[in-house]
DNA sequence: ACAATGAAACTACAGATGTAGTCACTGACG
DNA sequence: CGTCAGTGACTACATCTGTAGTTTCATTGT
């Protein structure tokens, strides 16, 4: 049921997850420090968002103002779980495993993780 | 430099990469056992992948043999970095800790990645 | 030698995606 | 009051993806 974000729309919908209700021109500003996109590639990216109610649109005057309709967090859990379960067998010991392998972890990750699991265990 | 491997694409990989060489219809008939497609289908798969030089092709009397070029363990790290970086700025502690708050990780989870861990500080 | 079979090669086609350009309208400025 | 700049709406267009169909060629059994 969740809406598919492409990868050009999900570095728009950061920036409203930075802040929001945003108009198009501040949204592409920002956007636009990162990614070399012009102004009207950032509304195009943001009309789509809009037609499939990822982000919502509020009258302002002559322009709108935009803002996330989906949590950052939910959209994040989303594609987490896909992410893992396409690629690990929806395990995410493998994952962990396979960075810790590819050198993906540094001694100070570990630590860091391995006090979060502590905390999580409390 | 690592070429683009679609959803589909990576269906196909998966069979190649349990076993390989394999015809075309061998792997379609491991895939079609996964998903739903055509014979056909999976020959187009395979020769997208074969332009791409992520599989190669080795001939065999009439037909082909396809065997992976890239290591699955590769491609596993490419993508697991890319999505660690585009969603969680590159650090694997927000990652699990997200997971973890989402409730995707349960207790035995948590005391896998432990040991893990626990194994990887030696 | 010939017809049926099976495999690769080529073609198809709609929808998603990346990346804009152009049009029309409206309020602000001189 | 006429002009311009900003804004949303609409249009464009090449690629990539998912999902096949059609054509052609060689092989194999009769």
Redesign the interface.
């Known amino acids: 049921m969740t809406e598919r974000i492409s990868?050009a729309e999900?570095a728009v919908m950061e920036v409203l997850w930075k802040r929001a209700p945003l108009t198009a021109t501040e949204v592409a500003d920002q956007v636009v420090q990162q990614k070399d996109w012009s102004l009207q590639t950032v509304k195009t990216l943001l009309s789509r968002l809009a037609a499939k109610a990822v982000v919502g649109t509020e009258r302002d005057g002559r322009r709108f103002l935009y803002s996330p309709l989906v949590e950052r967090?939910d959209y994040?859990?989303g594609?987490?779980?896909n992410?893992?379960d396409?690629?690990?067998g929806g395990?995410?010991?493998p994952?962990?495993?396979?960075?810790?392998?590819?050198d993906?972890?540094s001694?100070d990750?570990?630590r860091?993780?391995?006090e979060?699991?502590r905390e999580?265990?409390k």
Request: charged share 30%.
């Open positions: 990868d999900h967090d994040l859990t594609v987490s779980r992410f893992v396409r690629l690990f395990k995410v010991m994952l962990v495993a396979h960075l810790a392998e590819a993906e972890l001694a990750d570990i860091e993780i391995e979060l699991l999580l265990k």
